[in-house]
């Protein structure tokens, strides 16, 4: 059992390019959790999806991020035009049928310059 | 929506000794309370969780108790080694079945063991 795998592992992008972040759950987990973590805090949730469906986005940015979970392949989290602001850790977590635990990857550091 | 409050922020204590770190939380709907350990450039590892329905739980060294009427909730670990040293994070979730909302996550505690 892989655990879940988050790639890659360190991401840096200039500011106004894009970025594409992936996470592929543990075998079996149909959902998945993206959170972000800023330098000294904790985790905030951004988004909860199952295959094929958004079910809350209540924690996404309302412009630039987008995400999804396709019924084959990775969940993908896409920044667009980012800033330095969107630097920071992105740790995706999965769950069989939505039941806790949650099982995190070890995230991707994600650097602006 | 919920908050959760994580005191302190820094914590060191000697080998051997005990640690507490202590959580409040602000949605009397949440009933789910995980810990997670996280050492320097890695994922939260979950380390133990407890349920609404339950006061109290233990694992070997690390133990976990839920006052849900004063909202707040601790964990303990006895017999601190210098592998104990990370990032602990505690969370709620109203959803111990898991669904939507997530986990809200307090802002850490760094545990330094010294030897």
């Known amino acids: 059992n892989a655990g879940v795998m988050q790639n890659p592992r360190h991401l840096v992008r200039r500011r106004g390019q894009e970025a594409r972040l992936r996470c592929s759950p543990v075998?079996?987990?149909?959902?998945v959790y993206w959170y972000r973590q800023l330098p000294e805090e904790g985790l905030k949730f951004m988004v909860y999806?199952?295959?094929?469906?958004?079910?809350?986005e209540s924690g996404m940015p309302k412009e630039r991020f987008s995400a999804e979970f396709p019924k084959e392949g990775p969940s993908i989290l896409r920044i667009q035009q980012v800033v330095r602001g969107d630097s920071a850790a992105y740790f995706c977590?999965?769950?069989?049928?939505?039941?806790?635990?949650?099982?995190f990857g070890s995230g991707t550091r994600l650097t602006v310059v | 929506g919920e908050n959760v409050e994580q005191h302190p922020s820094t914590l060191s204590v000697q080998e051997g000794d005990s640690a507490v770190i202590k959580c409040t939380y602000s949605?009397?709907?949440?009933?789910?309370f995980p810990w997670y350990k996280q050492e320097l450039g890695k994922g939260p590892q979950l380390i133990i969780d407890?349920?609404?329905?339950?006061g109290e739980k233990k694992d070997q060294r690390i133990a976990v108790t839920l006052n849900k009427t004063a909202k707040h909730f601790s964990l303990h670990i006895t017999e601190t080694q210098p592998e104990d040293s990370a990032v602990y994070f505690c969370a709620a979730s109203p959803h111990s079945g898991g669904g939507a909302d997530g986990l809200t996550f307090g802002k850490g505690t760094h545990l330094i063991i010294q030897p």
């Open positions: 407890i349920r609404s329905n339950v």
């Open positions: 999806l199952q295959k094929e469906n958004i079910i809350d």
């Open positions: 949605d009397s709907a949440s009933n789910y």
């Open positions: 075998k079996g987990h149909s959902h």
């Open positions: 977590a999965s769950s069989p049928q939505g039941q806790t635990p949650y099982t």
